[in-house]
């Protein structure tokens, strides 16, 4: 067990347990939704379909997920009092859902008033959350570059929101952008500045404490959170409306940046004290092997440059990231966050009277290792629709069936977690009798 860790600050077990249970259901609708457009939806990166979809999993999936970590991580790693975190749960977690909700709807019907109702419901939401936990984060006394990576973050998901209000607000006919310019500012913050920089500092705990592998080198720990943001503050300059050949370099230079995250991480897990492998390692490996992916298909583009003006060559990055890279590794942390947690709150409950029941008792092994093994099915079919547009539909359905099966399996884990908490409880009414 990790030695800093803060038990005692750890928010309700409801806090974050709400986002973790809603997170795979947008999973499950953006499959269905992948099924039913079927060809069309990898027709372009810009279809209505496909930005639909990838919606539903970046502003619903992802960030309903990595909302709930990060108010559970805060306090018990990062030692922030974050304020109020049920009621902050209570607010955030259910316009983030209607607001996510209203801008899918608004890419696939259009509508310009959906997208301007989507963008206040955001603003509204996560402007609430990053004060708040942008606030835990500064007047903490911890150290370490867990904490940095975490702070970076935060800034990385404040400029995604600036920068998707600014672009639904223009959908929606409030004022003109350049779109296809700001989209791509938008994404590479969204998926480097905020999503992968959280994956940084939580994996910089979670791996080593989890997967007991060695820490990660401190040089690399420090340098990889400054070493992403100024690719992204350089990546943002096309925002002048220049967009000069040397950015390819910086894309290719962030795209390192992520290799190199990968590499390191692959090589830890390799030194872990415990050679038995499991699914939950499993995940954040293919994860990693996605992210090493990436790398090479970006410098492919790059390098041939016919290749990457392709239509199919935005979509295979996006396939990669979105599903291979992030889902992964967010369902592989949820199937170790979710069981640790659940120990967590019973041995509270339990005191000194009781035992509480094992993590591997939460959820079966077995169950997570059929929907870790269906979700990489998913990727690859995913990955084979890209140039071959015929299968969308059953990757589609692949997708959402292995989506389903995790919220289930989490499920299970908070059914697990009630059951076991009710027998402490009637335990402690016995003996008081």
């Known amino acids: 067990m990790h030695p800093n860790l803060s038990f005692e600050q750890a928010p309700p077990i409801s806090v974050p347990y709400r986002f973790f249970l809603t997170a795979p259901w947008f999973g499950v609708a953006a499959g269905l939704l992948l099924a039913w457009l079927g060809e069309d939806a990898f027709a372009s990166r810009w279809t209505p379909g496909i930005l639909a ?3 539903l999993l970046v502003a619903g999936f992802m960030l309903q997920a990595m909302c709930g970590a990060l108010l559970q991580f805060i306090p018990v790693a990062a030692g ?23 801008l899918v709807t608004a890419f696939l019907t259009t509508e310009s008033r959906l997208f301007l109702a989507a963008s206040h ?25 867990t904490l940095w990576a975490l702070r970076f973050a935060v800034v990385g998901l404040a400029v995604t ?14 004022h003109s952008l350049s779109l296809i310019e700001v989209t791509q500012v938008h994404a590479a913050w969204g998926l480097g500045g905020w999503a992968l920089m959280l994956v940084f500092g939580v994996s910089y705990y979670v791996v080593p404490m989890f997967q007991l592998t060695p820490a990660y080198p401190a040089w690399l720990a420090k340098a990889l959170p400054p070493a992403m943001l100024g690719v992204l503050s350089l990546w943002s300059f096309q925002l002048s409306g220049r967009v000069d050949g040397w950015q390819r370099g910086v894309f290719i230079a962030g795209l390192a940046t ?36 990436i790398f090479a298909s970006g410098l492919l583009f790059v390098l041939i440059p016919s290749l990457g003006e392709e239509a199919m060559a935005p979509l295979w990055i996006g396939v990669l990231a979105i ?17 640790f947690l659940n120990w967590l709150h019973l041995q509270q409950l339990a005191g ?30 995913m990955l084979l ?26 499920v299970t884990g908070v059914r697990a977690y009630l059951r076991f908490k009710g027998r402490i409880l009637a335990a402690d009414s016995g003996h008081e009798s």
């Open 352 to 381: 000194l009277t009781q035992v509480p029941p094992n993590m591997r008792q939460m959820i079966p092994e077995r169950a997570i290792t059929g929907q870790m093994r269906l979700h990489f099915g998913a990727v690859a079919a």
């Open 323 to 339: 599903p291979g890279v992030f889902v992964s590794v967010i369902s592989g942390m949820l199937y170790k966050i979710v069981p």
């Open 258 to 293: 992520a290799g190199v995250y990968a590499v390191a991480t692959l090589y830890l897990q390799a030194k872990r004290r415990r050679k038995v492998s499991d699914p939950t390692l499993v995940l954040f490996r293919g994860a990693m092997f996605a992210l090493l992916a």
């Open 53 to 55: 979809i990838t919606h």
């Open 80 to 102: 922030g009092n974050v304020w109020k975190p049920r009621l902050l749960a209570a607010c955030v977690h259910p316009l983030l859902i209607l607001a996510a909700a209203l």
């Open 161 to 174: 929101l600036i920068l998707g209000v600014l672009l639904a607000q223009a959908l929606g006919g409030l």
């Open 121 to 145: 419901l955001f603003a509204l939401a996560l402007g609430a959350y990053v004060l708040v936990v942008g606030t835990a984060l500064v007047r903490t006394p911890g150290q370490g570059n």
């Open 385 to 410: 629709a890209v140039p071959v547009p015929s299968l969308s539909r059953a990757a589609g359905l692949l997708f959402a069936a292995s989506c389903a099966w995790l919220g289930w399996n989490l």
